[in-house]
């Protein structure tokens, strides 16, 4: 049985910092390419950050130069640590695993920045 967790999630003031993880299981973590995306409400699913089998990491532009994709294959964890949160930034963020003709994902961990 495949299960992706989130943690990491909460309330966080404009300005300031804070990692997600996703821990994966029943993968074969290494091979996959490991994203994060995030839904705010009345929007679609957006990719945010993913970090590919080969290490290479891909970031939408509103969040590069804050954001951080990571993965730990011992662990079988990936991390998203973001820096100078916007309120902006504020959603719901779902772990994914993905390699072709399978994707994952995890049950999502709330993100709301406010003053």
């Known amino acids: 049985q495949v299960q992706l967790v989130e943690s990491g999630g909460g309330l966080v003031h404009p300005g300031e910092s804070m990692t997600l993880s996703c821990a994966a299981s029943?993968?074969?973590?290494?091979?996959?390419?490991m994203g994060w995306y995030r839904q705010a409400p009345g929007k679609q699913r957006e990719l945010v950050a993913a970090?590919?089998?080969?290490?290479?990491?891909h970031y939408r532009e509103t969040v590069k130069g804050r954001f951080t994709v990571s993965r730990d294959n011992n662990k079988n964890t990936v991390y998203l640590q973001m820096n100078s949160l916007k309120s902006e930034d504020t959603a719901v963020y779902y772990c994914?695993?993905?390699?072709?003709?399978?994707?994952?994902w995890g049950q999502g961990t709330q993100v709301a920045v406010s003053s």
């Open positions: 994914n695993a993905w390699k072709l003709g399978w994707t994952y």
């Open positions: 029943g993968i074969r973590f290494s091979t996959f390419r």
């Open positions: 970090v590919m089998d080969t290490g290479d990491t």
